[in-house]
């Protein structure tokens, strides 16, 4: 009979240690959605399920800066712009195909015209890790997948207001893009930048680390910009991007070091912070496959 109440509390004791991590996820992720403003026409989309997107009301119509992943989420968004202005939400661009950014694209109206790089849109058929296709190849989807794509450059004119979309070049994934609001001098970069943890670096999209500080190094020289949201940190300025292009010099700068002294990856990784073992990682097979060399 003890016997049993002693499993019994530690089984206890094991639900609880497994529910308290759990239970703050859960209250991170059910954060309600909040428009922050920038200016009278630019939001910025903190909270919710899903990463940091924004708003942009033009003079016919707004525009949706990536979309949260789950309904609750978008729902909010959408009763967020009713309670701002009674335009209707005409475009929903998506700063690249992470779930994070994309998968809330099925709960807006079909109405929207969804805007994406190329490479973005081609991202969204990539057969998941196990073989398996992807969700978005489901027919009752196809409706929420980007149609309206672009190469290096679009504008788009919400009336008198003009929405600057930029691709720059590779860098987190291969289809990761700008959108840029030149009255308020406001950049949006989606994943192009993290300022609180590692950068990260999708290899299985193309990405690729020497290619992300070229990238930000162009936009930097192309854009007059001043202020830079990130879909995971805190608005910074020029100086900000400039730090993390630094940064992930120095990170390549170092493993390239240590490749020299023929040390192993796990070698490596032991001289890096524990949130940086996934970037040292891409950086080390880029090195071993001369992807840092010029072209
Ligand atoms: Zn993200």
Known sequence: MKKIKISQFIFSIFVLLWLIPWSFAQQRETQPVEFRKISDNLYETIGGSGARGGAYIG????LIIDAK????????????VKQITDKPI???????SDGDHVWGNQFFPETVIFVAHENCRKDFFLTKGDGSPSDWSKPELAPFIPSLTFQNKLKIYLG??????W????????????IYFPEEKTAFLGDQIFLT???LIHSHKGGNSFEHSKTLVKMLETLDAEHFCSGHSEMTDRKGIKNQIDKMK???????DLIEENKTLE?????????EARLVEVIFNEIKKGMNKEK
């Open 59 to 62: 003079d016919n119509g707004v």
């Open 69 to 80: 992943m789950d309904k609750n989420s978008v729902d909010q968004v959408i009763e967020g």
């Open 90 to 96: 005409m475009y929903l661009v998506d700063t690249h």
């Open 160 to 165: 008198t207001k003009k929405v600057e979309i």
């Open 167 to 178: 691709y720059f070049g590779i860098g987190h994934t291969t289809g990761d893009i700008v």
């Open 197 to 199: 943890r590692a950068q």
């Open 250 to 256: 120095k990170c390549q700068a170092k493993v390239e």
């Open 267 to 275: 070698e490596i990784q032991k001289e890096f912070e524990e949130n």
